[in-house]
């Protein structure tokens, strides 16, 4: 199985859920849980997403799941796999007029999965 490239979807910056479901799920599948349709394309698969804060003493690391959507070659320095889409390329790619929309994408994101957490 090999995934396929296909062009970024505009959603408005502040819908986080659209547009986890149109770029996240895939991999990561909508309920977060790491068995998107691209899954078994992966090498090592994908995170589960819903454990988050878990594994992070109970509270959601927010500010890590913006660097990993919007500083990609830092992100890969704290735990992100190179199968992962350079997210912040493709944000820009949106509106390069305004790079910054950029970052309220991936924020927006990050708060879609917040709400995925499950909490334990």
């Given at each position: ?25 895939s ?27 878990a ?25 992100t ?40």
């Amino acid at each position: 199985m090999k995934i396929k490239m296909v062009r970024i979807t505009p959603h408005p910056v502040d819908a986080g859920k659209a547009m986890y479901n149109s770029y996240c799920a895939s991999c990561h599948g909508e309920d977060g849980k790491g068995y998107g349709p691209a899954t078994p394309a992966l090498s090592k698969g994908a995170p589960d997403l819903t454990l988050l804060a878990a594994h992070n003493q109970g509270r959601y690391p927010k500010y890590k799941v913006i660097t990993a959507l919007s500083k990609f070659s830092e992100s890969h320095h704290i735990g992100t796999t190179s199968e992962m889409p350079d997210w912040y390329k493709a944000f820009v790619s949106l509106d390069s007029t305004n790079p910054i929309k950029a970052d309220l994408r991936a924020i927006s994101i990050s708060r879609h999965v917040q709400t995925l957490q499950i909490v334990r």
